[in-house]
């Protein structure tokens, strides 16, 4: 059961891409930072149940991506000068983690808790729910660039994935451009999940030394 789960392991970063996929058709697009109290209170109290199922499975989906990072981490430190790199992957999945489900947590706290909040709180934790995006875009970057390096120098996967997630690290920086290059980012994520997958093959067990040596040995 452990080797299959194994095996499946890389998987979740096709998990990872359907959860974040439902959870932003789900949730709608929430008001900007900047929005007035008025409009802050009056979307989470149309959108109420999407925002709170959008932030329960935005939570779940970035658990997952620290699992799928740390089955790339596994594959990648096959290669032995990916190794330093590998925990640069995992350490910016899990500060992506750590930024959406406390963003989610405070989106899901706003529209679940609305009408016990005034209008001024209401408008503050929108706006924290916009700028709580950052560790998202931090660990994204750490993740890409990471994982690019990690392909370049020697990975088993193809390089133009290596490339790619380079030119994703550079680009989640600039603002206007970041969230279109997380929604790159998840189809990555899913294309490196399917390649693993399919170039690690079935655990094969070996064959005891004594019972190796028996197959061997002559007949007397």
């Known amino acids: 059961m452990s080797?299959?789960?194994?095996?499946?392991?890389?998987?979740?970063?096709v998990l990872f891409a359907v959860l974040t996929v439902v959870a932003?058709?789900?949730?709608?697009?929430?008001?900007?930072?900047?929005?007035s109290s008025a409009k802050v209170i009056a979307y989470y109290g149309a959108h109420r149940s999407g925002v709170e199922t959008s932030a329960?499975?935005?939570?779940?989906?970035?658990?997952v991506l620290v699992l799928f990072a740390g089955s790339l981490r596994s594959y990648l430190c096959r290669t032995a000068t990916a190794e330093g790199l590998a925990a640069i992957v995992l350490a910016?999945?899990?500060i992506m983690a750590v930024g959406a489900m406390t963003g989610g947590g405070v989106e899901y706290g706003l529209a679940h808790n609305l009408s016990r909040l005034t209008p001024a709180t209401a408008?503050?934790?929108?706006?924290?729910?916009?700028?709580?995006?950052?560790?998202i875009i931090g660990g994204a970057f750490l993740f890409a660039i990471a994982s690019g390096l990690a392909i370049l120098r020697g990975a088993q996967l193809p390089k133009w994935?290596?490339?790619?997630?380079?030119?994703?690290?550079?680009?989640?920086?600039?603002?206007p451009v970041s969230f279109p290059v997380l929604l790159v980012f998840v189809i990555w994520s899913?294309?490196?999940?399917?390649?693993?997958y399919l170039r690690t093959g079935p655990a094969t067990s070996t064959p005891p030394a004594d019972a190796a040596s028996?197959?061997?040995a002559p007949s007397g």
Do not use: C, H, K, Y
């Not at 408008?123 to 560790?135: A, C, G, I, V």
């Open 3 to 13: 080797d299959r789960l194994s095996r499946l392991a890389p998987l979740t970063g």
């Open 24 to 35: 932003i058709f789900t949730g709608g697009e929430t008001p900007d930072a900047n929005a």
């Open 92 to 94: 910016g999945a899990v």
């Open 123 to 135: 408008q503050t934790l929108n706006l924290l729910t916009n700028e709580l995006f950052l560790p």
């Open 214 to 216: 028996a197959l061997g």
């Open 161 to 175: 994935l290596g490339w790619v997630a380079i030119v994703m690290g550079i680009a989640v920086l600039i603002p």
């Open 56 to 63: 329960i499975l935005f939570a779940l989906a970035f658990l």
């Open 190 to 196: 899913v294309v490196v999940s399917i390649m693993i």
